[in-house]
């Protein structure tokens, strides 16, 4: 249909951390992250290293890729860069006064970037109730399932190819490291002349619509971390048993169309997300592709104990609001302000879910009113960027 043909431009398709280590005690490390963040005015890497090696005792740096993956932070030589679920952690830190508002608020923005992080899996892993004979069934028909769409809109070999190279679970035979010089060279030798060419030395079709079970090595590594997760955000018991708040979440998930009819969960990229993967112009894709909101508000109903119903827009309550999220985002990361000219909207989204949560309240959807006319007739303006999905800006006057 359209002349793409490389994996990366698939891999928003699949919501999947790609690490099996580093992940344990993810909420109270994301935690301590946010208070230092917050109460730092220029992290140092030194400040990192204190955190990790002092106050978590560990001794490798996985954390920091786990950090990446959630986006709470980059860790990288050049300094500590907080991510946008970093940022809303300290926003809701400086903006809520109990500590137990500050654990809700967290805890919600904890289960927001596992959903878009590795909702895929985790989703999957919950609804199997985390039992080792369940999750590859499911894995695999999550897996084959996306292609399967995909498929009907992308018909080339080479699309196929690259979508079945994006969309899949590694097999994870053993714990050697795919990275290593061994492991490569396993690899190529085990496929041999036949596996990797056809005769007279041209490349075969793979077989797109084919995928092997999920290996015990892999699922022995993915699964404690997502029982683990679930458990500290109430979805399961100690055993993996769902609770009660856990099956709210799976329903509404259904109820939003985030289900297979086999029964698999299958989360899809945002419009945000196929624009920046040069895919928001297929039809297809772009009408059943869900707003960001959508997601934010998705966690919010899912940890809710009761429903939650969208209310009418306090006009003044959310001008406020807006303009103190933005006072605080420009005083965090303080040897930076001067690049911290416009908050960027999913850092303000998900912060409003996260307080408005805290307070016990219902949601409004503040993605439409920000933007709406309202906000600019109060000195809020939003703006189009080509890293974040849009700025919000407060006039200097606070008056356009």
């Known amino acids: 249909m359209v002349g793409i043909a490389q994996p990366e431009n698939f891999s928003a398709f699949l919501r999947k951390v790609g690490y099996s280590v580093g992940l344990e005690n993810t909420l109270s490390r994301f935690s301590d992250f946010c208070y230092l963040y917050a109460n730092t005015p220029q992290l140092k ?21 786990v950090f990446s993956s959630l986006k709470i932070a ?31 608020a967290l805890s919600h923005l904890l289960a927001l970037s596992i959903m878009l992080a590795d909702g895929d899996i985790f ?35 080479a699309e196929q190819e690259a979508i079945a190279a994006a969309i899949t679970i590694e097999r994870q035979r053993n714990n050697k490291g795919s990275g290593s010089k061994g ?63 856990g099956w709210r979440w799976l329903q509404i998930l259904a109820s939003s169309g985030f289900v297979f009819q086999s029964g698999e969960y299958s989360l899809r990229p945002t419009k945000f997300e196929l624009e920046h993967h040069r895919l928001a112009a297929i ?7 869900p707003r960001t909101w959508d997601y934010i508000s998705v966690a919010a109903r899912g940890l809710a104990t009761s429903d939650l119903y969208e ?14 999220l933005f006072a605080v985002f420009r005083e965090l990361s303080q040897d930076r302000r001067m690049v911290r000219n416009e908050l960027p909207l999913f850092v303000a989204l998900a912060t409003y879910m996260a307080i408005t949560r805290a307070y016990g309240r219902n949601l409004v959807d503040y993605d439409a009113w920000l933007r709406s ?26 008056h356009n």
Not at 45 to 62: F, P
Not at 207 to 225: F, K, T
Not at 313 to 319: E, I
């Open 45 to 65: 890497s030194s400040d990192w290293y204190d955190l990790v090696q002092k106050k978590w005792d560990l001794k490798t740096e996985n954390i920091a890729d």
């Open 74 to 104: 980059k860790i990288t030589p050049q300094g500590i860069f907080a991510g946008p679920f970093g940022e809303a952690g300290a926003l809701c830190i400086h903006l809520l006064r109990k500590p137990e508002e500050i654990s809700t």
């Open 123 to 157: 989703f999957n892993c919950l609804s199997a109730q985390f039992t080792t004979a369940d999750i590859p069934k499911r894995l695999t028909g999550m897996v084959l399932g996306k292609r399967q769409e995909l498929f009907r809109i992308f018909k080339s070999q």
């Open 183 to 245: 492991a490569r060279l396993g690899g190529a030798g085990g496929l041999g002349l036949a596996g990797g060419l056809g005769h007279l030395g041209l490349p075969k079709a793979k077989d797109v619509h084919a995928m092997e079970l999920p290996s015990a090595d892999y699922l022995r590594h993915i699964v404690p971390s997502r029982k683990e997760w679930a458990r500290s955000l109430g979805l399961c018991n100690k055993d993996g048993e769902v609770t009660s708040q």
């Open 283 to 289: 039809p297809e894709l772009a009408a059943s592709a």
């Open 311 to 324: 209310t009418e827009p306090d006009d003044d309550a959310l001008s406020s609001l807006t303009m103190s």
């Open 373 to 398: 006319d309202v906000p600019l007739q109060r000195g809020i303006k939003t703006r189009s960027s080509r890293t974040i999905e849009l700025g919000i800006l407060i006039a200097a006057n606070g």
